[in-house]
Every structure is written in structure tokens, then in C-alpha cells.
């Protein structure tokens, strides 16, 4: 599809936006800049961005303590929730952030145009929520999972909203069963009761992560029972679509009860660990990824890439086909092969 051209006089609009977003940036950039020589900030230390806002974060000092809302200085664009800093504190109560500190991880997806964002950072897991209510769909779920392991970052899956489920479980029990099975961690959980709640704080416990999931699979409400103190904004499912409404507008970190700062000397039995609560997205794009790419996010299929007679099998009905021979050997469900069919095809299509 060709891109679509633009005007002269729309040329001359994004042009003139950009312009002033650069005059603003300098502007404040020279603002803190003089306020630095004079001396109006304190030193440096670390900490951590718990909330964006624009041209604005929200930093918590890394040794514990209350956050200070911090501007950063005009050469540091792109950081987000999760990133440890160095900032620095000012007289008036405000700060300013003054440097990022080298990532270890962090969680990307494509905007609308494709290009990868950063969304959160110094994440040691992701947790895919979903429902019994709106109803699941596995391809949806192996999309998350094949965007999860193309970050590098453990994926946990979580099924919410239990006590929904029918007594036999059906074919959502069955499905949970199918990815145990592949090595997935799997909670199950409720905010109806305290049923599955401990199970969850458990798989929390003294690490940093980040819920991902459809609207209405009760993300929120979930943080909600695990951070009493915390005021979130739940939306209800909408009673003709059953879908949920988005109450999250900004990737924030919460941290539980007990959780041991960075720097602390408290192990990790003492830490109730961070979470951090992204908005909600009905589908992960993988438009970033290629077709091997996305084979290799379907972690069973590993041991039998590179294995098909021709290098460039496409895994369809060609000859010598290994992932094929995998799923007529039933080593491979049908099921995420056709799911994994469908991802591939979506994206050709596209």
C-alpha cells in the first residue's frame, strides 16, 4: 500500500507543529539548565520513573521515600515507566531528571504505524490476563505469547474472573492444560473471592511486572484487591458487547506491601514486589515481526526449526516439512499450529 501524500499546507502544519515542540524543549531545557548553575538542585541519585506524563515523570527515590513530580531534560526522550534514573531534587519540590541508566529489559510494541514503542521497562516478567469473561480466544492469547517471547521477557498467564467458570471447566480448563503443559506458568484467580489471590501475589513476589490483557479481563480490578490504598479507575463491561472499557490512560508502577527498594539490603523474601499496570490493549501487534520470527514465539516449535527439507519452507503443504510431520506425530497441537497459521496469514495480508 503506497503512503498517502500530503499537501503543501499540511507539510507546513506537522513542519510548524515540530518547530514549536522544539522551542518548547529548549525552552525548558535552558530554564533547568540555568537552575542547575545556580544551584537550585540538589545531587545527583537514583530512582525510578513510576509514572509519564508528557514531558513530565514521576520519580521515586531509589533509596524508598515520596515521589516527586520531575521534568528531564530535552536529550532524554523516550523514557518510560519502569526506566531507573539519576535526578536530581529541587528547592521548590519539583525535580529534574538528568540521565537513564542503562536497561536491562524492556516491553515494545508498534504504534500505529509500526514502528516499535517502548512502554515500560526493568521488567522481570510479563503477566497475560485474560477472562472467562469476555470470552478467551487462543489465537488472541498466542499472539501475546509469541509478542512476550520475541522481548525476551518470561510471559505468566493468568485467567481471571474464575468464579465464572463452569464447575467441569470445559474447553478454557482444557486450554489452560495445553499450555502447562508447554512450560508456561498458569494462575488462575478472582477478585469475587480470595480465591487464587494468594496463588498470584506468590508469582508477584519480589519481581517487576507488567500486566497486559483485552479491556474488561479485570486487570485493574485485580490491582485493585491486591492495593487497597491505591485509587484506579474500574470500568464495567458493557452489557451489549461484553467487552471492557479502558480505564488505564498511562503505564503507572505499583509497589505491594513490603517491597524492598532496588538498593535495599532486604532479600528477596521481604520484597512484595512492583507491578506495573499498562493500558489496556485489545490485541498486541506483531506487524514488527516476520514470519520465522513469529515460528520461532511458538516455543514448541524450536527443536524442529531448520529441520524441513528446503531452507525456504513455508510450512504449509511443502514436502519434507518438519513442523508438519511434528503435528501429524501429534508432538505439536493442531491447534497452535493453526493458530500459528492464522497469526502468519493476518500479517501477509496486511
Known amino acids: 500500500m503506497s503512503k498517502r501524500k500530503l499537501s503543501r499546507q499540511q507539510r507546513w502544519r506537522i513542519e510548524k507543529t515540530q518547530a514549536e ?20 538542585y540538589g545531587p545527583e541519585q537514583p530512582g525510578r520513573v513510576i509514572a509519564h506524563f508528557g514531558h513530565s515523570l514521576e520519580v521515586a527515590p531509589a533509596d524508598g521515600g515520596a515521589t516527586t513530580r520531575c521534568h528531564l531534560r530535552a536529550n532524554l526522550e523516550g523514557l518510560v515507566t519502569g526506566d531507573r534514573v539519576i535526578w536530581r531534587a529541587g528547592e521548590d519540590g519539583s525535580g529534574v531528571v538528568v540521565a537513564r541508566e542503562p536497561r536491562d529489559t524492556v516491553l515494545e510494541r ?48 493468568v485467567l481471571n474472573k474464575i468464579d465464572l467458570l463452569p ?19 498458569v494462575v488462575t484467580t478472582t477478585t469475587a473471592t480470595r480465591t487464587g489471590l494468594e496463588a498470584l ?49 498511562t503505564a503507572r508502577l505499583y509497589r505491594f506491601p513490603g517491597s524492598a527498594p532496588p538498593d535495599s539490603a532486604l532479600g528477596e523474601d521481604d520484597s512484595g514486589g512492583e507491578l506495573i499496570d499498562s493500558p489496556g490493549i485489545r490485541e498486541f501487534g506483531l ?31 511443502e514436502p ?17 499450529f493453526a ?12
Open 201 to 249: 501475589q506468590r508469582q508477584l513476589k519480589g519481581r517487576t511486572s507488567v500486566f497486559v490483557g483485552q479491556s474488561g479481563v479485570g486487570k485493574s480490578s485485580l490491582i485493585d484487591r491486591l492495593l487497597p490504598d491505591e485509587e484506579l479507575r474500574i470500568g464495567a463491561l458493557s452489557e451489549d458487547s461484553r467487552k471492557g472499557t479502558h480505564t488505564t490512560t
Open 110 to 157: 508498534p504504534d500505529a504505524r509500526g514502528r516499535l514503542k517502548p512502554v515500560a521497562a526493568g521488567i522481570d516478567q510479563i503477566l497475560i490476563v485474560f477472562a472467562v469473561e469476555p470470552e478467551p480466544h487462543a489465537n488472541l492469547i498466542d499472539r501475546y505469547l509469541v509478542a512476550a517471547e520475541a522481548t525476551g521477557i518470561p510471559p505468566v498467564l
Open 167 to 185: 464447575d467441569e471447566g470445559g474447553e478454557l480448563r482444557s486450554l489452560l492444560d495445553r499450555y502447562a503443559t508447554l512450560g508456561y506458568p
Open 287 to 317: 506487524a514488527h515481526l516476520d514470519a520465522d520470527q513469529i515460528a520461532d514465539g511458538f516455543i514448541e516449535f524450536r527443536d524442529y526449526l531448520g529441520r524441513c527439507r528446503f531452507r525456504d519452507c513455508r510450512h504449509r503443504a
Open 21 to 40: 515542540r522544539a522551542r518548547r524543549a529548549k525552552q525548558r531545557d535552558d530554564h533547568d539548565t540555568e537552575r542547575l548553575a545556580a544551584g537550585e
Open 339 to 350: 493458530s500459528y497459521r492464522r497469526i502468519v496469514d493476518s500479517l501477509e495480508e496486511t
Open 320 to 336: 519434507g516439512c518438519a513442523l508438519l510431520a511434528a503435528v501429524e506425530r501429534g508432538e505439536i497441537h493442531a491447534d497452535r
